[in-house]
Every structure is written in C-alpha cells, then in structure tokens.
C-alpha cells in the first residue's frame, strides 16, 4: 500500500505548478531551490472555496452527533502528504497550523509508514496496556531510546500521560506532593490529614496555590483551567481556584528600539511574581509551583527575553516554589532547538518540563525529587500509549538524519524575513512580525481583518492559525523547508494586496 501512495504522489509532484505562476505577485520572493522530496506535492491546488460542499454535508452530519461549532473542513488523511493537507473536497493546501502544532514531520511519512508495517511494531498498535501496573517489558529500553534520549539538562525521569492537559494536571500534582512533603518533613500525613482529604478539607486538601501568567494557556482541564487566561470561551461557568496570576511582558517591537522600555516592563513582572507569592503565603495559599510557557502560544505568541526567564526561575527557587516550564507547544523541534527553553543558556531550566503535541505522546521529565512516594499517587489507566514511543523514536531519527533542526532555523528565518517584509509593505495591516526558528507570528490591525484574512489565505490554498486577540501564528511541521516560506509568502502577499 505504501509503495502505491508514493509512487500516485510522485506522479502529482510532477504536475506544473500553476498557481505561484499567478499574476498579481508582487512579494518577489527569491526562489530557493525546491528539495527533492519523494513523496510530498509541490503546491497548493484548491477546487473549491473552504468549506466546499462535501465538507458543509459532512459538517450537517456530524451536527447530528456532536457539536461541530469548531469545524473547519473534513479532511481526507490518506491523500494528504508532508505539508500539503487534502480536504474532503479535494483541496490540497499548504498547512501551516498542523493540527494545531501537533504534526512533527508532515502528514504520512514514509517513515512512518514504514513503523506500522514493520511487524516488530505490531504488538505495540495492538495492545494498549495500563502502563502504570503492567507495562510491556521492552518499556524500559523504549523509554531510553525515545523520549530521555531528549531530555532536558537536570533531567533523567519522564512520566508518560495522553495529551498536553493531562501532562500538566499531573505535574501540578506532583509538584503539591513534593511541596507538602516537603514542608511536613516527611511522607507520612496526619490522621488528621488521612481523614479530611476524603470530605475536601484541610490539612488533607490544603490551601496552596500555583502561580500562572495572564494570557497563559495551559489546558482546559479543571485544575489547567484554573492556570489558564488566554479566552474567556475555555472558562466562562467553570469553578476555579482562588490561584495568582501575574502579569506576563508585553514586549515592544521591533525589539531593538525598545531594548529600555521591554526591559523595564519585564522587571516590572518579576516584581508582581514576587508581590504574589509573599501575597499568597500571608493569605495562608502557598505558592508550591510557577508554571510558565517559553512563548505563550494560544495567548498571543508573548516572548520574553532569557533573563526574564532565568530571573523568573532563580525567584521560584529562592522562594521554595518548583518551576514548571510548559512545553506542550513550543517543545519538539519548531523554534530551531529541540526545547524552547535552550534558547535560554542555562544548565538549570527547571523542575519540571511538560510536552505533547509534536512529541505525539503526553508527559513530564522531572527532577528525581519530584518521584511521588507511592504508587498510584500520580496515575491513570493508560498513562501513555506506547505505540507513541514507537513513532517518536522515528520521528527522531528522521530530524537527526535530516537535520530537521537546522533546516527549521533556516526556514524559520526566510520566514519572518518575508513577514518584516510583508509589514513594512502592509504597515496598515501588520505588525508585530515576531519568531523563533518557524514558531512565529503576526498581528493583524483588529480580530475582523485577522479572521478575513485567515479565510483568505485559506481559500488561496494555505492553512494557518490564530492565536491572542488578533495574532496570526505559523506553525509548520519540521519538514517545512525554505521553498515553502516562499510560497507562503507569494500567496499572503496576493492576499494582502488585494486587502483594502
Ligand atoms: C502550552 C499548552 N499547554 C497545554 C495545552 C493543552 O494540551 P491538550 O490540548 O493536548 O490538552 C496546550 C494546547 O494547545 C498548550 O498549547
């Protein structure tokens, strides 16, 4: 079946591409030289606008069912190939969200394809085991070849969950575990504590607290929840935590003519996470944990500097509280290093790191005191799924043989060229141009020309994604080469130009 789908993709790749061939392109991109991909299409091709009329049916259908207000379009999966996702209409566009940055090589990688048929794999498809009582006895090996053979600095302990939310309910877990040990001294509770614990009251539920950012986005599960203030949508009727939330920077661009002013609204933040935690400890709500995005993603694309962050980290240490980096996002490769947080240049990043996403499987790395002291204390039923294991270590020999990383700084900077570009051209629709390696990201004047131009850009045969108010997002999978920022760019400018 593989050989089949690569050879129909090697005959569509042949096809002319007629669209860059368009009129009306005046980003004059400089052509760079298209790779020779084996089984990718060589460009967009849109029959219909989206959602076409197969997508509306299926959309009614699905209505009947669930609720699709979040529905874009149906996909067709098996004719979508590396950064080209075909809908159920036929359009084949540049995808530049990826499932919400979750694709890491593109869509049905040979290698991947590959991984399924190999039979040494099958069991792993087959059986999903309870991993927390019974795991498969290659689990050990698979773990080392997978996921600790990326591990953070400090780190040498993962925990495997499903997706992002659950990765980061568990790591606020146990980081109240290890605070509250921490503080009685010893792992073993109270009567006192055994007992209250089973009505909702303390000593057993104690009143801490983990500190979160404004504009924060850290998942919608109720503890998430509670860290996460990027929409009103994902809250709205939900109890919460009484829980600090500081303010994140609101850097200035370009960042080399506010070099004083970000600087000062930084420290600024700092300022607050400390005033927040003395706050919170005198309220009787101790802070056991920060938890922070290396660039809030569905907030906005909000960086800060490496100093914001390692002054963000010494401040946690300094006040006892264990310093959670959310990598669920911006983890896996897409900023040009493997973890967002290397950018920082600090041998101590952080407690604890959580992914999932491009990592395809969820889950933590943490710090040996972080381990919590009993068994199903931190569990689920699955905890993971080890077929993930089995793709993520393709996946990484793929970005290794390949260079993925390098070729995701090289990209990523044709990339946010082409926005400086496009923003200097169009300074009454965009600003803010910003990124790092291919995470990068752009502001529309207001949330209406935003989502216009979105719907646009679509109906030109590229996908991409909105993020914060009025932010336009990149996020392209690892496999993104230079040649495909030039086309993205030739189809925005044609999208721009046309704007009013
Ligand atoms: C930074 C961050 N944390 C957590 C999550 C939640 O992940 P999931 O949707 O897999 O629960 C997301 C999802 O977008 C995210 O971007």
Redesign the pocket.
Known sequence: MASSLLSRQLTRSLRPNLHLAAPGCRYVSKTAAKPVSEFEYDAPSMKTPVPGPKSKELTRQLGEIQNVGAVNFFCNYEESRGNYLVDADGNRMLDLYTQ??SVPIGYNHPALMKAVTNPIHLSAFVNRPALGILPPENFPEKLVESLLSIAPTGMTRVQTMA????S?ENAYKAMFIWYKNKERGTNSPSADEVSSCMINQGPGCPDLSILSFMGG?????LG?LATTHSKVIHKLDIPSFDWPIASFPRLQYPLEEFVRENAQEEARCLEEVEDLIVKWRQKGKPVAGIVV?PIQ??GGDNHASPDFFIKLRNIARKHGCAFHV?????GGGTTGKFWAHEHWGTDDPADIV?F??KMLT?GYYHKDELVPDKGYRIFNTWMGDPSKNVFLTEVLNVIRRENLLDEVTRSGKVLLQGLYELQAQYPHILSRARGQGTFCAVDARDDVTRDNLLLKTRDKGVLLGGCGDRSIRFRPALVFKEYHAHQFLNIFNDVLSEYK
Request: glycine share 12%; with cysteine.
């Open positions: 919400i940055s997706c992002g939310s659950c980061n986005f850290h998942g919608r599960t998430c995005e993603a569905e959310d990598e669920v996002q911006t959580s999932s996403k969820g």
